[in-house]
């Protein structure tokens, strides 16, 4: 198996290249990045006798087109968003199966059409968030006839002793994406009626909620983007009842992001009299980045928690999955990196070695084996526990 990871030197696609050196089926990879420093100090953390660095133009269709051609058994997408659109186009051209850990929506309605006229597998939304939540979701709506309420949690956050700050947050991500997300509304359905939140609202207290993951409390759960998108995806919109997806944060950070809304520092507009044209929220980026950093010895937490409830064979069931990752003292990946990154790369095995043999753009909620998955990702220290219960409670 020959693989391409492009974006492969950073934070993610360090923990793609770590997952894809330890299997023996893979032969080689092929870092595609425009600096490869961060690489070469992990490289005592990887299989160094299966990785090419080789320097890419990831806005050159030549040189992606040259580089695809190889004999490439598959693509691991890591670069921002934005390049999404562009790198699938050139995997359909070339005919070489991708995967990515954006939105699916970030893709032209042409890159749907193209991969299924040409046959070319494209799997977006193989990360943490989109991606196992998917897989998970999706897993439990296979495993009922009915679905009358879905839940669906997901955070990265500083351990307990690492929330120093007011915002008892640090970045293990992207920064300016986590203040975007802060900045668009939110929509869910309760009892039935669906539920429009816009963004200046979405950290008030009429919806925050408390929430305990994995045993771990002190923890509050935020409205994030549309949950109705989420279960369109799922096949469930017409027939859930209560439908929410919620960012997780310990509790506490909702007051301060409404503290920061209500002072305008999340604005786009420059601010009059400032020199440079410098808006509220280019200041808020610069000056949080440095200040919210992990120290070497501090750790990260990704949480996640999936609540699905519904009828199987008539009778009331709820299942849960829970979903508990740290960072890895001994390599430094955030589980921000490994929860994204090893995803990335099973997926990208799935397809390669014929697991995964369906062609178009795919979907985690239905075409990525669940219960294999899940035995993967297990298998690399990510442990995702599922409980079931029968309910007294009827639906309505």
């Known amino acids: 198996m020959k693989v391409v990871v492009l974006g492969g030197s950073g934070l993610q696609g360090r ?32 299989n160094m006798e299966k990785i090419e660095k080789r320097e890419v133009d990831a806005t050159s269709a030549e040189e992606l087109e040259i580089l695809f051609a190889e004999d490439i058994d598959i693509v691991i997408d890591l ?39 040409k046959g070319v597998s494209i799997v977006p939304e193989s990360g943490l968030d989109p991606g196992i939540d998917l897989v998970l979701c999706g897993y439990g709506v296979n495993q009922l006839d009915e679905v009358h309420e879905m839940y ?104 301060v992001l409404r503290d920061i809304k209500e002072l305008g520092l999340l604005e786009t507009v420059p601010v009059e009299g400032i020199e440079d044209h410098i808006t509220p929220y280019e200041f808020m980026k610069k000056h949080l980045e440095p200040r919210l950093q992990y120290k070497k010895d501090e750790k990260d937490l990704v949480l996640m928690k999936n609540i699905i409830r519904g009828k199987k064979n008539g009778q009331s069931q709820e ?28 997926v990208a095995q799935m397809v390669a070695n014929g697991t995964i043999t369906k062609k178009g753009v795919l979907s985690p909620t239905t075409d990525i084996p669940h219960r294999l998955f899940i035995d993967e990702i297990n298998k690399r220290g990510i442990t995702i526990k599922e409980t079931k219960r029968q309910l007294n409670k009827s639906f309505a």
């Not at 023996?24 to 005592?44: G, Q």
Request: glycine share 6%; proline share 3%; aromatic share 8%.
């Open 319 to 346: 299942i849960i999955y829970e979903m508990l990752d740290k960072r890895d003292s001994h390599t430094g990946l955030f589980a921000m990196n490994r929860t994204v990154g090893y995803t990335a790369s099973i």
């Open 79 to 117: 670069l921002p968003k934005q390049f999404n659109d562009f790198i699938a186009k050139v995997a359909i051209k070339t005919e070489v199966p991708l995967v990515n850990c954006s939105y699916a929506n970030g893709l032209s309605d042409e890159v749907f059409e193209k991969a299924k006229e």
């Open 152 to 255: 669906s949690y997901c955070g990265g956050v500083p351990e307990a002793n690492a929330a120093d700050n007011i915002l008892k947050y640090k970045i293990s991500w992207n920064l300016d994406s986590i203040l975007m997300s802060y900045k668009r509304p939110s929509v869910m359905k309760q009892n039935g009626e669906i539920v429009d939140i816009p963004a200046k609202e979405q950290h008030n207290k009429e919806w925050i909620n408390d929430i305990t993951v994995s045993g771990i409390q002190g923890l509050e759960s935020i409205p994030n983007g549309d949950a109705m998108s989420f279960a369109e995806t799922l096949g469930i919109d017409y027939e859930v009842i209560n439908m929410e997806r919620r960012s997780i944060r310990w509790s506490g950070h909702a007051q």
């Open 15 to 46: 923990a793609a290249l770590q997952d894809l050196g330890n299997n023996e089926d893979v032969k080689k990879v092929i870092c595609a990045d425009v600096s490869f420093e961060d690489l070469d100090s992990f490289s005592r953390h990887l």
